[in-house]
């Protein structure tokens, strides 16, 4: 069977999914929304300049594939799950959906999750501390030797 051509746009977006660390199975299925054009997990892994698979992918390809490793592996600003508030938005997504299901543990599970994003703000966790902030210092005792 003959290997698909693929044209330099679908290439493209191969290799650079692939530098950002998707898999090829999900590369596979987006190439096929995207441009409804069919590409085996395998045609997309021979595009992967770090597997076997790749030995011969052309020198450009290769280059793309580097070039957009280092700037997604720089940048992870763009990367939306990165940002503490898209992270919450999405939990309290869940955890309204699982309230609304009847799933209360799931529910309070995600409760728990947002909590730890915010920084503990609902545990039990209590931090002691002496006058006006200082550390706490434990009392002397003193032993006196009884002489008698």
């Known amino acids: 069977m003959a290997k698909a051509k693929l044209s330099d746009e679908v290439k493209t977006y191969i290799v650079q999914s692939l530098a950002c660390f998707d898999s090829p199975s999900v ?22 300049p770090n597997k076997v698979a790749a030995s011969g992918l052309a020198e450009k390809w290769r280059q793309l594939f580097i070039e957009t490793r280092k700037a997604f592996l720089a940048d992870t600003s763009q990367i939306g ?24 543990v799931l529910a309070a599970s995600l409760m728990e999750q947002a909590a730890k994003e915010v920084g503990d703000s609902y545990t ?3 931090e002691v501390t002496g006058k006006d902030g200082a550390p706490l210092t434990p009392p002397v005792i003193q032993f006196v030797k009884d002489e008698g």
């Open 27 to 48: 590369v596979a299925k987006a190439v096929k929304a995207e441009f409804n054009v069919e590409a085996s997990r395998q045609l997309v892994e021979s595009h992967d």
């Open 81 to 104: 799950i990165s940002h503490r508030a898209v992270r919450l938005r999405a939990l309290q997504r869940m955890a309204e959906k699982a309230e609304g299901q009847g799933n209360m």
């Open 124 to 126: 039990n966790r209590r």
